[in-house]
Protein backbone atom coordinates (compact mmCIF):
# COMPACT_ATOMS: atom_id res chain seq x y z
CA UNK A 1 0.00 0.00 0.00
CA UNK A 2 1.21 3.39 -1.01
CA UNK A 3 1.33 6.06 2.10
CA UNK A 4 -1.38 7.91 0.90
CA UNK A 5 -3.34 4.80 0.89
CA UNK A 6 -2.29 4.24 4.45
CA UNK A 7 -2.77 7.62 5.76
CA UNK A 8 -6.37 7.41 4.31
CA UNK A 9 -7.17 4.03 6.02
CA UNK A 10 -5.76 5.26 9.65
CA UNK A 11 -7.71 8.67 9.23
CA UNK A 12 -10.89 6.64 8.41
CA UNK A 13 -10.36 4.44 11.44
CA UNK A 14 -10.34 7.20 13.78
CA UNK A 15 -13.09 8.95 12.63
CA UNK A 16 -15.09 6.36 12.56
CA UNK A 17 -14.74 5.10 15.63
CA UNK A 18 -13.15 7.84 18.24
CA UNK A 19 -13.79 11.18 16.27
CA UNK A 20 -17.19 10.79 15.10
CA UNK A 21 -19.38 9.60 17.60
CA UNK A 22 -18.27 11.74 19.93
CA UNK A 23 -18.35 14.87 17.73
CA UNK A 24 -21.75 13.78 16.02
CA UNK A 25 -23.27 14.88 19.48
CA UNK A 26 -21.33 18.56 19.63
CA UNK A 27 -21.12 19.05 15.96
CA UNK A 28 -23.13 22.87 15.20
CA UNK A 29 -23.76 22.99 18.97
CA UNK A 30 -21.13 23.45 21.03
CA UNK A 31 -18.48 23.32 18.91
CA UNK A 32 -18.16 26.74 16.32
CA UNK A 33 -17.51 25.93 12.80
CA UNK A 34 -18.97 22.13 12.44
CA UNK A 35 -22.55 21.10 11.24
CA UNK A 36 -23.68 17.65 11.06
CA UNK A 37 -24.48 16.46 7.47
CA UNK A 38 -26.90 13.93 6.98
CA UNK A 39 -26.86 11.99 3.89
CA UNK A 40 -29.00 8.72 2.40
CA UNK A 41 -27.04 5.33 2.23
CA UNK A 42 -26.41 4.42 -1.07
CA UNK A 43 -26.46 0.88 -0.47
CA UNK A 44 -29.25 1.05 2.70
CA UNK A 45 -31.59 4.17 2.06
CA UNK A 46 -30.70 5.20 5.85
CA UNK A 47 -30.12 8.30 7.20
CA UNK A 48 -26.56 8.62 7.26
CA UNK A 49 -24.76 11.75 10.09
CA UNK A 50 -21.62 12.97 9.80
CA UNK A 51 -20.13 15.76 11.72
CA UNK A 52 -18.47 18.15 9.42
CA UNK A 53 -16.50 21.30 8.97
CA UNK A 54 -17.63 24.31 7.22
CA UNK A 55 -19.39 27.41 6.98
CA UNK A 56 -22.58 28.67 6.00
CA UNK A 57 -22.15 31.63 3.33
CA UNK A 58 -25.33 33.54 2.40
CA UNK A 59 -27.73 30.61 1.23
CA UNK A 60 -24.86 27.79 0.52
CA UNK A 61 -22.98 26.02 2.90
CA UNK A 62 -18.94 25.12 2.32
CA UNK A 63 -16.71 22.43 3.14
CA UNK A 64 -14.07 20.44 1.83
CA UNK A 65 -14.15 16.75 2.09
CA UNK A 66 -10.51 15.39 3.39
CA UNK A 67 -10.59 11.94 1.30
CA UNK A 68 -12.85 13.64 -1.61
CA UNK A 69 -14.55 10.81 -3.07
CA UNK A 70 -13.41 7.92 -0.96
CA UNK A 71 -15.38 9.47 1.77
CA UNK A 72 -18.39 7.57 2.35
CA UNK A 73 -20.54 10.64 2.78
CA UNK A 74 -19.36 12.04 -0.45
CA UNK A 75 -20.32 8.94 -2.24
CA UNK A 76 -23.68 8.92 -0.57
CA UNK A 77 -24.37 12.87 -2.36
CA UNK A 78 -23.06 11.57 -5.65
CA UNK A 79 -25.79 9.24 -5.56
CA UNK A 80 -28.02 11.26 -3.78
CA UNK A 81 -27.33 14.76 -3.43
CA UNK A 82 -30.66 15.98 -1.20
CA UNK A 83 -29.37 16.33 2.61
CA UNK A 84 -30.11 17.85 5.64
CA UNK A 85 -27.88 20.14 7.67
CA UNK A 86 -27.81 21.39 11.15
CA UNK A 87 -25.87 24.17 12.16
CA UNK A 88 -26.59 25.25 15.44
CA UNK A 89 -30.25 23.82 16.65
CA UNK A 90 -31.56 24.09 13.47
CA UNK A 91 -31.76 21.66 10.43
CA UNK A 92 -31.38 22.60 6.32
CA UNK A 93 -32.09 20.87 3.49
CA UNK A 94 -30.39 21.47 0.93
CA UNK A 95 -28.89 20.22 -2.13
CA UNK A 96 -25.12 19.04 -2.40
CA UNK A 97 -22.67 19.67 -5.31
CA UNK A 98 -18.99 18.07 -5.65
CA UNK A 99 -16.81 20.75 -7.29
CA UNK A 100 -14.00 19.34 -8.43
CA UNK A 101 -12.73 22.29 -10.29
CA UNK A 102 -12.62 24.62 -6.92
CA UNK A 103 -8.95 25.17 -5.75
CA UNK A 104 -9.92 22.77 -2.39
CA UNK A 105 -6.95 24.70 -0.07
CA UNK A 106 -7.99 28.33 -1.51
CA UNK A 107 -11.40 27.46 -0.01
CA UNK A 108 -9.71 26.06 3.10
CA UNK A 109 -8.40 29.84 3.95
CA UNK A 110 -11.83 30.65 3.52
CA UNK A 111 -13.46 28.06 5.84
CA UNK A 112 -12.71 27.74 10.17
CA UNK A 113 -9.22 27.84 10.96
CA UNK A 114 -9.18 24.56 13.58
CA UNK A 115 -11.16 22.84 10.91
CA UNK A 116 -9.52 23.36 7.88
CA UNK A 117 -5.69 22.80 9.50
CA UNK A 118 -6.93 19.35 10.45
CA UNK A 119 -8.15 18.86 6.93
CA UNK A 120 -5.11 20.13 5.24
CA UNK A 121 -2.79 17.43 7.72
CA UNK A 122 -4.82 14.22 7.34
CA UNK A 123 -6.85 14.91 3.97
CA UNK A 124 -4.76 12.74 0.85
CA UNK A 125 -7.59 14.14 -1.99
CA UNK A 126 -9.18 17.47 -1.15
CA UNK A 127 -12.68 18.23 -2.55
CA UNK A 128 -14.76 21.11 -2.26
CA UNK A 129 -18.16 20.23 -1.62
CA UNK A 130 -21.02 23.73 -1.84
CA UNK A 131 -24.63 22.67 -0.63
CA UNK A 132 -26.96 25.01 -2.02
CA UNK A 133 -29.74 25.73 0.94
CA UNK A 134 -33.88 25.73 0.51
CA UNK A 135 -35.75 28.29 1.41
CA UNK A 136 -38.05 27.83 4.32
CA UNK A 137 -40.59 29.41 4.55
CA UNK A 138 -39.60 32.12 2.21
CA UNK A 139 -36.04 32.73 4.69
CA UNK A 140 -33.48 30.38 5.73
Not at 104 to 126: D, H
Request: aromatic share 4%.
Amino acid sequence: MTSPQVKRRVVTWCHRYVVNPVTRHLAGRMMPGTALLETTGRRTGLARRTPIGGRRVGDSFWLVSDHGTASPYVLNIVANPRVRLRVGARWHTGTAHPLPADDARARLRELPRFNSMMVRALGTNLLTIRIDLDPADGKL
